[in-house]
């Protein structure tokens, strides 16, 4: 298995951060669903996760970081 390029840098990255933020919104979901059951619906968690997972594809498919180095 081989590491990408800086990858002590992936914190910066945006599909990191979205996956992050996707695995946060996994464990509230747990823990908050059945505190708000009657506030908010299933429906609208599910929504919700699909629209983060959708933008961490898009975020995948998204240039970061230099340029790399062309040698003549």
Known sequence: MKLI???HR???FYSVQLA????L???LQVTLLPI???Q???TAYATLN???ASLLFVARLI????EPEVSP
């Open 5 to 7: 390029a800086e990858w």
């Open 10 to 12: 992936c914190h910066t």
């Open 20 to 23: 992050a933020l996707i695995a």
């Open 25 to 27: 919104f996994g464990f």
């Open 36 to 38: 708000w059951q009657v």
């Open 40 to 42: 908010l619906s299933p």
């Open 50 to 52: 699909s629209i983060l």
């Open 63 to 66: 240039k970061q970081g230099p």
